[in-house]
Each structure stands twice: as structure tokens, then as C-alpha cells.
């Protein structure tokens, strides 16, 4: 009993923060926008920000950066969820980027280092001045030194020594012209957070995220699906196994993992018991290098 209070009392406080962070950043931008690519993260700001501004309706676009390799599935329940809630979702995809010259395909094959260039090209064509994410301070070193209110520059990199102090849940959201602010509402929250406030508020999801039998190939330590990002190399075998997916993104370097957690009491067991955050067990792109995402974030990615 003790146990569930406490739980009970820390959602609570997390949620009470985020709904904050939204109303704040309505009081203090002109258009701001919502990464939204239908993962449990967005899935759950998007749900914190109906609730901070219930019943009227959610303030702010939602922006998805597609690099076209996201598991079919996902796609179909971020329309669904879009069009539930009429919202105005804005597309940037990475293939019109690469059609017309601006990016080219990287010699792997994966696409999510490409996302940056869309990203930061939407931004400056809409003149969104607050971008909030869904990262979270325990996936990645990179993530765990960065401010809820993150200012990128006029290129929109970020720069770790601007980094402003938050004292008191206060947050400073002054930006020069071009520049503009990341906006992360659930830095404070873990994993095992998300899946409890998940239960709670009986949030739906795609079902990639509970098991279910796929086929896949082994790389690297980690379970991969084949798609249209490409499929086994030589020496690597399809098998059919049954695997849930911790987090999803480009399908081309986003793992699953071996699983039978078919609900979400079965998902905050599992989670419970891991030591490994998902992006560590699951992501190869943050395998590149010690410091591939603090890399990346520095170019302007999420």
C-alpha cells in the first residue's frame, strides 16, 4: 500500500510539472509545435498537453520528421491518434529531402542521422520558436545534461555552456531572433515512470510495443526487423521469435527485444527489472561513438 502511494504521489508530481511546462510555454512563445511521431514518449506529451489545456483545444501543431523507414504500425497509430483528436499534424519527410539533393543516403542505410536537416529546415519555414520533446534525462548522458528550456542557436545547435539554470521551477525562455528553445516536459520522468503513468491513465499505444512474434536477424547483440531500410546481411539468418520493442524510430538501427510482456502490468515487471535504458539496449545509432548523441545534439538533432 505504502508502495502504491508513493508511486501514486510521484505521477502526480510529474504530471503537475509537465501540465506547467505546457501552460508556460503558451504564455511565453508565438507558435510553438509538438514532436509527435506516435512512440509511447509523444504519445504521452501529447496526452499531458490535452490535459493542461482541457477543454479547449491543444494549442500547438504537431510536427513529425518521417525518415520513411518507421514500422508501419506506428504510422497507422499516429493518424489515428491525429485524427481522434483533430489535430494539425506537419509531415517533414526525409525522402523529399533526398529526392531533391539536399540530403543523400548514408553508406549504412539508416536514416535517423539524416532527421536533422528536416527538422531544422521546418522549423525556420513555419518560425516555431518552442520545440518540445519527448527525452527523458535517464536514456543518455548527452540528454541527462540538458535543460527542460534548451536554447538552440540561429543554426539550431545546441551549445552546453548556454545552458541556463532552472532555480525554483523557473524557466527562461528569452531567445534572439532565430533562435529558438527545445522544450523537454519529461526530463525528470524514467521509464519505468512513463509505463506506470501509462497504467494509470489507460493510454493507448501501438501494440509494437507489447509482444508479439516477428522475424528477425541478429546484428551487434541486437534483434532487427526487416523492411523496406533493408533486411540480413550475409551470415545473418532470419528467425520468428517473440519481441517487444522498448522504443521505436528508424527501423534500420532501432532493436527489439527478446519478450513475452503481452500488457503493461507484464511491461513495468520487465522494465523494473532491466539495467540497461532503452536507447542502451535497443539503439544502434547511439552505439556509433561514446558521445554520438551529444554529437548529434549539437548539430541541431532532437
Not at 510553438?32 to 490535459?51: C, E, Q
Not at 497507422?76 to 509531415?91: M, S
Not at 501501438?206 to 550475409?234: F, K, N, S, T
Request: hydrophobic share 40%.
Amino acid at each position: 500500500m505504502a508502495e502504491t502511494l508513493a508511486i501514486a504521489d510521484n505521477l502526480d508530481a510529474l504530471e503537475s510539472e509537465a501540465i506547467h511546462i505546457f501552460r508556460e510555454v503558451a504564455g511565453e512563445f508565438d507558435r510553438p509545435v509538438i514532436l509527435f511521431s506516435g512512440g509511447k514518449d509523444s504519445t504521452l506529451l501529447l496526452h499531458l498537453a490535452i490535459k493542461a489545456f482541457w477543454p479547449a483545444p491543444v494549442p500547438f501543431a504537431l510536427l513529425h520528421v518521417d525518415t520513411g523507414h518507421n514500422f508501419p504500425e506506428v504510422i497507422e497509430f499516429r493518424d489515428k491518434v491525429v485524427a481522434e483528436h483533430g489535430l494539425r499534424l506537419e509531415v517533414a519527410a526525409v525522402q523529399e529531402w533526398i529526392d531533391d539533393g539536399r540530403l543523400q543516403e548514408r553508406p549504412d542505410g539508416t536514416r535517423n542521422p539524416l532527421q536533422t536537416v528536416p527538422l531544422l529546415d521546418s522549423i525556420t519555414a513555419h518560425k516555431f520558436d518552442a520545440v518540445f520533446g519527448g527525452g527523458r534525462r535517464d536514456e543518455e548522458r548527452a540528454r541527462a545534461k540538458e535543460r527542460i528550456f534548451s536554447l538552440r542557436n540561429a543554426f539550431g545547435q545546441w551549445e552546453p555552456r548556454r545552458q541556463r539554470p532552472e532555480l525554483w521551477n523557473l524557466y527562461n525562455g528569452r531567445h534572439r531572433p532565430g533562435e529558438h528553445v527545445r522544450v523537454f516536459p519529461l526530463s525528470n520522468w524514467t521509464e519505468l515512470d512513463v509505463w506506470h503513468y501509462i497504467e494509470r491513465e489507460n493510454i493507448e499505444l501501438p501494440q509494437i510495443y507489447y509482444a508479439h512474434e516477428r522475424e528477425v536477424y541478429l546484428r551487434d547483440g541486437m534483434w532487427l526487423a526487416e523492411g523496406p531500410w533493408g533486411g540480413p546481411r550475409d551470415g545473418e539468418t532470419l528467425v520468428r521469435k517473440t519481441v517487444r520493442y522498448r522504443t521505436v524510430g528508424d527501423g534500420s538501427c532501432t532493436g527489439a527485444v527478446e519478450s513475452t510482456a503481452a500488457t503493461i502490468a507484464d511491461v513495468i515487471a520487465e522494465v523494473a527489472a532491466s539495467r540497461l535504458t532503452e536507447r542502451g539496449a535497443t539503439r544502434a545509432d547511439d552505439r556509433m561513438s561514446e558521445a554520438a548523441m551529444e554529437d548529434r545534439k549539437r548539430e541541431g538533432y532532437f
